[in-house]
């Protein structure tokens, strides 16, 4: 993958996992029911492939991480 399209993926992975940080810190409502989507789960998702990104990009700017 190519720089821009590194950070676009960067940036969107990064805006899901704020988003579902903010829906899974929100108080349970009892009158809608129950959440139907685990946010925190995703949002820890959402940052293990943001970190794998941020890796992805101080690898394509020169340095090196690996053996």
């Given at each position: ?17 704020v ?15 129950p ?33």
């Amino acid at each position: 993958m190519d720089l821009p399209l590194t950070l676009a993926l960067t940036a969107a992975t990064l805006a899901f996992a704020v988003g579902c940080g903010w829906m899974g810190a929100r108080p349970p409502n009892p009158a809608r029911g129950p959440r139907l989507l685990p946010y925190r789960f995703m949002m820890l998702l959402g940052a293990a492939i943001l970190l794998v990104f941020l890796v992805h990009l101080v690898n394509l700017m020169g340095v090196t991480t690996g053996r």
